[in-house]
């Protein structure tokens, strides 16, 4: 018998929620296997277990919090420790789902038979996994896998089963984190949501916001990223709006430093960086989290757009590193994506600027002649702080980033 401490998952981080447990008690698991999934305040991380055998306790319900150090969940280490051995699905979950698979039209359940089944064994799942689509007649190489490198996860076949099923599956994995009273609905905020929640109060009170907002003219731009579009394929990296937006306020950064300083405390010293670590918002599966691009003055435009689209889909899988979200030195914010026209960002503390975008809108403008011709608008709207940066220095930057990717030629001919 042997506890499993609870490791230390990232610097600064003294305990977790326990999300999911992928295991329960009495159930055979395999080194390596995920045995549970824990939210902190920076990320949401699955952990392993690092023998195989049999769990005989979980310390924690799903919901409470976990403290570093402390016994996770205990476990019988078995002698084999290979990973052939089967591992034992919950015999009562199973149950209830064949009580209602049987209860429902067999029309109303598309699932592969026998002469469509092909090798369970080349699809990336464990054990338990295995045991479980073998009692539902899922085969796992039909299911798309959403846990790590495809690994097809037990929500996974409930997906790809029946609606009957499905709701069976989920209400068994599903915690009750909610208090109900009177019609009304109280949750707890934890982890990555209490982490910014905590840290916008402290922005918004601490840091005096004034706003900047302007229009830029995308035309160009547009054509600029179809003329790159191609060849950023060939590379395997997909070509956004959102690097020339970086990478122009990087070459701008070169020109007002004070943009991309911090002030402390007592507001006694302004600490001005040399790298350009710009970050990103991004709303991810487990609230919003700001990873940022370290030293982009060195970066082309191309690693920019790797980088960037690397570290959004880790921030929508909830896989960050902490090393990921932590000095940033500004922000920008795309609302545009979600259809936002203007916004009014609040800064990403202790940085001293962020910028939003907005979505980009075919509108009336006049041309130097006073014709009326139509141009592509992007509407971006900037917070500063006040603090040590003025309205007039935050135009003149606005002024210069703006020109970069109205002329992104000039951008080009520039970057590294």
């Known amino acids: 018998m042997q506890d499993f401490i609870l490791p230390d998952i990232g610097e600064g981080i003294v305990e977790c929620e326990v999300v999911k447990w992928l295991v329960a008690e009495g ?15 920076k990320a949401l991380v699955e952990i392993p277990a690092k023998y195989s055998g049999v769990v005989t306790k979980l310390y924690y319900a799903e919901g409470n919090i976990a403290k570093v150090h402390s016994p996770l969940f205990s476990m019988e280490i078995t002698e084999d420790n290979s990973q052939s051995q089967d591992v034992t699905v919950s015999t009562a979950e199973i149950a209830a ?11 109303d359940i598309q699932m592969p038979t026998n002469t469509e089944k092909k090798h369970t064994s080349k699809a990336l799942a464990s054990p338990a996994v295995r045991r479980l689509a073998r009692e539902l007649e899922v085969d796992l190489s039909l299911i798309a896998g959403s846990g790590d490198k495809g690994r097809v996860l037990k929500h996974d076949l409930s997906a790809a089963s029946s609606p009957i099923i499905q709701s069976v599956m989920v209400s068994a994995d599903t915690p009750v984190t909610q208090v109900s009273t009177g019609g009304k609905r109280v949750e707890p905020i934890r982890g990555v949501q209490a982490a910014m929640a905590k840290h916008m109060m402290h922005s918004v009170f601490t840091v005096p916001h004034f706003s900047v907002s302007e229009e830029i003219e995308m035309d160009k731009l547009i054509d600029a990223r179809a003329q790159l579009k191609a060849s950023f394929e060939k590379e395997g ?5 959102m690097p020339f937006f970086i990478k122009a306020m990087s070459l701008a950064l070169s020109h007002f430093p004070i943009i991309n300083s911090q002030i402390n405390t007592d507001c006694s010293e ?10 990103l918002a991004v709303d991810s599966k487990i609230g ?3 990873p940022n691009i370290k030293g982009v003055q060195h970066l082309s435009l191309l690693e920019v757009a790797r980088k960037s689209n690397e570290l959004v889909d880790l921030a929508r899988q909830g896989r960050l590193s902490s090393g ?4 940033g030195t500004i922000s ?4 545009g994506v979600l259809g936002g026209t203007v916004a009014t960002p609040v800064i990403n503390a202790p940085e001293s600027a962020i910028v939003a975008l907005g979505k980009i809108q075919r509108l009336p403008r006049f041309d130097e ?9 992007m509407h971006v709207s900037w917070s500063g702080d006040h603090r040590i940066i003025d309205g007039a220095t935050m135009v003149r930057f606005n002024n210069l980033w703006k020109s970069y990717l109205e002329n992104p030629i000039t951008m080009l001919a520039m970057t590294r």
């Not at 995920?34 to 305040?41: F, G, L, R």
């Not at 302004?270 to 970050?279: A, E, K, R, S």
């Open 332 to 335: 920008i914010s795309n609302i």
């Open 270 to 279: 302004v600490t001005y960086f040399d790298d350009h670590n710009i970050g």
């Open 369 to 377: 002649n006073d014709a009326v011709k139509a141009v592509n608008i």
């Open 97 to 107: 789902i064949k009580v209602k698979s049987s209860n429902t039209d067999s029309s």
């Open 324 to 327: 990921d979200l932590k000095g």
């Open 237 to 241: 990296v997909k070509l956004s709006f």
């Open 27 to 41: 159930q055979n698991i395999i080194e390596d296997q995920a045995v549970v999934e824990v939210m902190t305040d």
């Open 288 to 290: 919003l989290v700001v």
